[in-house]
């Protein structure tokens, strides 16, 4: 499994996945169009503020770079500012919970959500209530704020594209997308017209000299990896499809005005999704918050993690007390990661480990509690184990090795956040 696949797939539901229908492929439905921001941004003197949420994709300095800069030469007379809320690795299962603290807190006047790659073996069902959790808190933290989802695609999930139709992670968002009017734009079509024509190759390094370009002939480099486009090239073709959707969002496109929020499309959809500081739960004996200065990881991610409270030492613990339907745990995962036992109501224990295949370096992660639980109060406790992890054989799995032993030695966890469906008791 792809690294920016392995969160979704951990988060995802193991009941069945709920299918949906088909959907037709099409570069872009601009259904009720972005009225609020293109009003705002042909005002003289406004200042725009453009959210990006999304995974690995995002993150690079592609797609997202690219589009603000033309906004920037669309509009010259408007003052754009980036939010840029990506994080590799992720879907929408983590997005709807950090939204309110990497999204909401910037005010933004348009948000872009990609996720349909993350989201990629996601269950659809689920997908549904993620989705339309995070349109929900933007409607109803401001009403004026414009969303537009976009879809992009890897060389694994560009099948059903040649066959015409969406892959299932967009056909699922296309659901929450109709229901409450927002622009679509699928980034990957002319990407797999080039695949189809036999012109594009997913897997090579840009040429570098003359005769690199001319041995390609008409062929198309689109990525490294099968995944992460090249900046020069994937990404302006992700690029040239939202310059192509823009006239036609434009056109459909009334006069401003705030949004109308509908009844839900999900009844159980995560609209009541949020974020709690771990600092929040009650720890054991001893276990105080990492300084960021002191430390090099709290200092690393603390953008997203602004508080981190590392376990270092066997049976050090926190507790904490909700009310709601799901909880979960947001941490940072890496060559210290050990492992932790996780006790819901007093149940029967499970071991989590904070280390696998991929953590030749720390990134961010999430591990669940219990999802889809009666809504009433629960207890949960995360206590470090002494059990060892086999470092050296988890990442054999991917013909990875330990570089620096010291790096690997310790078997701690750094958790900085409660993931919630409903809200932390005290």
């Not at 370096?361 to 809504?375: I, M």
Request: proline share 8%; aromatic share 6%.
């Amino acid at each position: 499994m792809r690294p920016l696949l392995l969160l979704a797939a951990v988060l995802a539901l193991a009941a069945p996945a709920v299918e949906f229908p088909p959907v037709p492929a099409v570069e872009c439905r601009p259904r009720a169009g972005l009225p609020n921001f293109l009003e705002k941004a042909a005002t003289p003197g406004a200042e725009v503020r453009v959210a990006y949420l999304g995974g690995s994709i995002t993150a690079q300095n592609g797609w997202r770079v690219k589009t603000l800069a033309h906004f920037r030469k669309a509009h010259p007379a408007a003052t754009f500012t980036e939010i840029n809320a990506a994080i590799g690795g992720t879907g929408s299962d983590l997005g709807v919970f950090r939204l309110a603290q990497d999204v909401l807190s910037g005010k933004p006047d348009l948000v872009f959500v990609e996720f349909a790659v993350n989201d990629g073996g996601a269950d659809p069902a689920r997908i549904v209530r993620c989705m339309e959790g995070i349109v929900r808190q933007v409607r109803r933290a401001n009403p004026r704020t414009d969303i537009c989802f976009v879809y992009t695609v890897t060389e694994a999930l560009v099948p059903a594209l040649l066959e015409g139709s969406f892959q299932r992670s967009a056909g699922a968002m296309e659901k929450v997308a109709d229901h409450y009017g927002l622009p679509t734009v699928h980034m990957g079509l002319e990407v797999a017209r080039l695949t189809k024509a036999g012109r594009l190759l997913w897997r090579s390094p840009l040429p570098k000299t003359e005769a690199d370009r001319a041995a390609l002939g008409d062929k198309f480099v689109f990525a490294p990896d099968g995944v992460h486009p090249h900046e020069s090239t994937g990404h302006e073709l992700y690029l040239q499809a939202v310059v192509r959707s823009l006239p036609l969002v434009a056109k459909a496109s009334g006069p401003s005005a705030p949004h109308v929020l509908p009844a839900p499309l999900a009844a159980d959809n995560f609209e009541r999704a949020r974020l709690e500081p771990v600092g929040r739960a009650k720890f054991s004996e001893g276990v105080v918050p990492a300084e960021p200065a002191a430390h090099p990881l709290a200092k690393a991610f603390v953008r997203r993690l602004p508080q981190m409270v590392p376990l270092t030492r066997a049976g050090q613990s926190f507790t904490f007390r909700f009310r709601g339907t799901h909880a979960a745990v947001y941490d940072v995962v890496g060559p210290a990661g050990g492992k932790v036992r996780v006790t819901l109501d007093g149940g029967a224990p499970r071991t989590v480990a904070r280390f696998d295949s991929y953590c030749t370096h720390p990134r961010l992660s999430v591990f669940t509690v219990g999802t889809d639980l009666e809504d009433r109060e629960h207890v949960v406790t995360v206590e470090l184990t002494d059990e060892k992890v086999d470092k050296a054989a988890v990442l054999a799995q991917r013909k990875q090795k330990i570089d620096d032993p010291a790096r690997f030695a310790d078997h701690h966890a750094f958790p900085g956040a409660i993931l919630l469906i409903g809200e932390l008791l005290p």
